[in-house]
């Protein structure tokens, strides 16, 4: 027999899925030009806020850690991913105090520093003419579709460590900053840096900048770059 | 709008379907590729790839690791039977990129070990 959810119950329900999943940022309304990535905690909406005038209840994800090694660019929407990678539509992103469903403390991202979530609230008490609102902002995809749906992992043989810059030494970092030269010993960009993006990532539309034009893969998604050159 | 609801059973069946056309002549493969179809690294399903489904989704067995990778960046996914006939395609992303399959690092290097760690096949009712 089927279960009677409330809505609030239906809510908090979906936003249990999100505990350990990801907010990806985009440059576009619309959810496309990945900035950049955070991880959500687990529990992602540990505290339940209650408003002092109408007694409404928020669920919220406070200050999250910032992460760095974005893309970089102007932050105007973001999805939400759960652990099995479900993504709601695109939401609206405001800086901090705006009252937007994800807050952060700037929408101006650098290329490689970090994005500083300083709060996620949704309501769950929303009048019944505004649920559809809600649902589509947080639980409109994640019914399950036609498809297969997978992870796999991806673990280097000795010698390889190189492929993940964030694996070097201290003395293979200064060695590359000092003159542009990977682990493996192979030169592969100057250290001058531009700031221009050089185009889109064809893969995750993330900026692709001068500093990684011919290298192997795009610094958000690892896809390969170099047919851009 | 026409809509079509499908009850438990035949979702099962319609998944069951799919899963165990990877079985045919023996244990099925993925073939992580590059976008140029590239084999990256392979991993082997058991003789029977996937359990059988349980309200519409199917989960593999377990799957063997590639413990020496030939190496590349990985695009796409494909899902072989025993007979080397390609059954189905799916994208590959990294983590966070919303792609059917998400891996760790799109770039692997020759030698490195591919895992599969989860992977399901889903028929939805409607």
């Known amino acids: ?39 959500l905690p687990s529990p992602a909406f540990p505290t339940i806020v ?4 109408d007694n409404d209840k928020w669920a919220v994800c406070g200050d999250i850690p910032p992460t760095g090694q974005c893309g970089g660019g102007t932050i105007r929407s973001a999805r939400l991913f759960n652990a099995e990678m479900q993504q709601t539509q695109p939401l609206g992103v405001g800086v901090t105090g705006s009252g937007g469903y994800i807050e952060v403390e700037s929408l101006e991202i650098e290329h490689g520093g970090p994005i500083h979530i300083t709060s996620i609230s949704c309501d ?19 019914a399950p579709e036609p498809g297969i749906m997978g992870t796999a992992e991806v673990t280097r043989a000795a010698g390889n460590h190189w492929l993940d810059s964030d694996k070097w030494t201290d003395a293979e970092k200064q060695k590359y900053l ?36 011919g290298d192997l893969s795009c610094s958000m998604c690892n896809a390969s770059i170099s047919n851009l050159g | 709008m026409a809509t079509i609801v499908l009850e438990t059973v035949v979702r099962n069946a319609a998944c ?16 992580f590729e590059t976008s140029g179809d590239a084999e990256v690294a392979t991993n082997t399903f058991g003789a029977t790839a ?40 799916v994208n590959v992303t990294a983590v966070g990129g919303g792609g059917s399959m998400t891996l760790t690092s799109l770039v692997v290097g020759a030698g490195d070990t591919v895992s599969v760690s989860s992977l399901t096949v889903t028929m939805p009712a409607s």
């Open chain 1, 1 to 39: 027999m089927a279960t009677t959810m409330t809505v609030r119950e239906a809510i908090m329900a979906a936003l249990k899925r999100y505990d350990g999943g990801q907010v990806v940022f985009y440059s576009e309304a619309d959810g496309k030009g990945r900035v950049g990535a955070v991880t």
């Open chain 1, 50 to 53: 209650q408003d002092e005038d």
């Open chain 1, 124 to 142: 769950l008490d929303p009048p019944i003419a505004s649920v559809p609102k809600v649902l589509r902002g947080i639980m409109a995809e994640d």
């Open chain 1, 178 to 213: 000092a003159d542009g030269e990977r682990p493996d010993g192979w030169k592969f960009y100057e250290p001058e840096f531009s700031h221009e993006s050089q185009g889109e990532c064809p893969n995750c539309g993330a900026d692709i900048w001068a500093g990684e034009y």
């Open chain 2, 16 to 31: 069951n379907a799919v899963v165990d056309l990877l079985d045919v002549g023996g244990a099925g493969y993925i073939q």
């Open chain 2, 50 to 89: 996937f359990g059988a489904a349980s309200v519409g989704v199917a989960t593999a067995n377990a799957i063997s690791d590639d413990t020496s990778a030939t190496g590349g960046t990985v695009a796409q996914a494909s899902f072989y039977n025993n007979a080397n006939a390609k059954q189905f395609e």
